[in-house]
Nanobody, 128 residues
Framework: QVQLVESGGGLVQAGGSLRLSCAAA????????VGWFRQAPGKEREFVAA????????YYADSVKGRFTISRDNAKNAVYLQMNSLKPEDTAVYYC?????????????????????WGQGTQVTVSS
């Protein structure tokens, strides 16, 4: 079992930055693909970014490419999402998610169904 806790959300003006953190307790986090998803009010949950364990390969949604950076520190059992040049449309609850392993490739890493463990979420609000 993996327990995930997100932190770092808040209110920021457009153009600003935030860094989200995902802390994990549990053995499998350090050997798993980890992703970030978000859900805005009235919208479906959407993929934001993911990072593999084996080769640290990263995946990004087109809407955040060039602005967001995902990274991980396996020694600390943590994953981060650095968000720069934030826009009002980035406003959402951001969720950290971990797969049971490091098996996804390509499109599979973008799918919510790939991930077995989810955090409670952290609110990010970007004002215009």
């Amino acid at each position: 079992q993996v327990q995930l806790v997100e932190s770092g959300g808040g209110l920021v003006q457009a153009g600003g930055s935030l860094r989200l953190s995902c802390a994990a307790a549990g053995r499998t986090f350090s050997s798993a693909t980890v992703g970030w998803f978000r859900q805005a009010p009235g919208k479906e949950r959407e993929f934001v970014a993911a990072i593999k364990r084996s080769d640290l390969r990263t995946y990004y949604a087109d809407s955040v490419k060039g602005r967001f950076t995902i990274s991980r520190d396996n020694a600390k059992n943590a994953v981060y999402l650095q968000m720069n040049s934030l826009k009002p449309e980035d406003t959402a609850v951001y969720y950290c998610a971990a797969a049971s392993g490091d098996y996804c490739s390509g499109a599979g890493c973008y799918r919510g169904g790939t991930y077995d463990y989810w955090g409670q979420g952290t609110q990010v609000t970007v004002s215009s």
